[in-house]
């Protein structure tokens, strides 16, 4: 069985909990970084992810596969 895709991982969580992007600016800094990251356009910094995994429970393992 393949990993899960760490984006689709992070809308997964989004749409659970009824998170927006503006939501998530915390973690990406602008929203404009938030779009890019979620459209595949810019990786995960080591940084996102540590916020990503403390914020909202996404496995780190899960998100490092970006």
Do not use: W
Request: glycine share 4%; net charge positive; hydrophobic share 45%.
């Amino acid at each position: 069985m393949p990993a899960p895709d760490p984006i689709e991982s992070i809308k997964f969580v989004m749409e659970q909990r009824g998170l927006t992007v503006h939501d998530l600016t915390d973690v990406f800094g602008r929203t404009n970084r938030a779009y890019e990251v979620l459209n595949h356009k810019r990786p995960l910094s080591l940084a996102m992810i540590r916020k990503l995994h403390q914020n909202f429970g996404i496995p780190a393992d899960v998100l490092i596969a970006a």
